[in-house]
């Protein structure tokens, strides 16, 4: 039963990411900076309702918290997939060291540059959030990641403005 559920909740993210991610057009930074805005939102959801559980976390409270993650996670996913940053995949962790050695192999050192930055990026990320959840709570690495969105929204917000070519989605010419 909780195989069915799961693909379930992974249909329906992915379904969801996709539409809301198709109405933004064919600007990159304009994609990336609105998925950027309706995670941040939906973790603000979250951390709402973990302030709201007190001392401890109900089941009810907790599932609440997962269903609208794996919401948020997958408009992350459709839009990492949208925007197809090369030789940066965030859904298949094992996909980026695995092309180290072929990428030194053809001394692509721009590629082989990118993948350990981040694997290392996620790892860090890994150990700071189970650090925040275990000694300060599920409401800390919720701040913790809605910073790192804020951050990155902004960072978005701004390229959003213009229009550089790798802003212009190449399937879209």
Not at 26 to 37: C, D, Q, V
Not at 48 to 69: E, F, K, W
Not at 153 to 160: F, M, P, S, Y
Request: with cysteine.
């Amino acid at each position: 039963m909780g195989s069915l559920i799961a693909i379930a909740r992974f249909l329906v993210r992915a379904s969801v990411g996709g539409i809301v991610l198709s109405r933004f057009g064919a600007h990159r930074g304009t994609l990336l900076r609105n998925a950027l805005i309706v995670q941040l939102m939906l973790f603000l959801a979250e951390f709402v309702v973990s302030l709201t559980a007190g001392g401890s976390l109900s089941i009810v409270r907790q599932l609440v918290i997962v269903a609208i993650g794996a919401l948020t996670l997958g408009i992350q996913n459709a839009g990492a997939c949208h925007l197809a940053v090369p030789d940066i995949t965030t859904t298949v962790l094992t996909m980026t060291p695995t092309g180290i050695g072929p990428d030194l192999r053809k001394t692509d050192l721009a590629a082989a540059g990118r993948r350990p930055i981040t694997v290392l990026s996620m790892l860090l990320g890994a150990v700071v959030g189970a650090f925040l959840v275990l000694r300060l709570g599920v409401s800390a690495g919720i701040v913790a990641v809605s910073l790192a969105l804020a951050v990155v929204l902004i960072g978005a917000a701004i390229v959003a403005r213009g229009i550089p070519d790798w802003a212009v989605d190449a399937k879209s010419n």
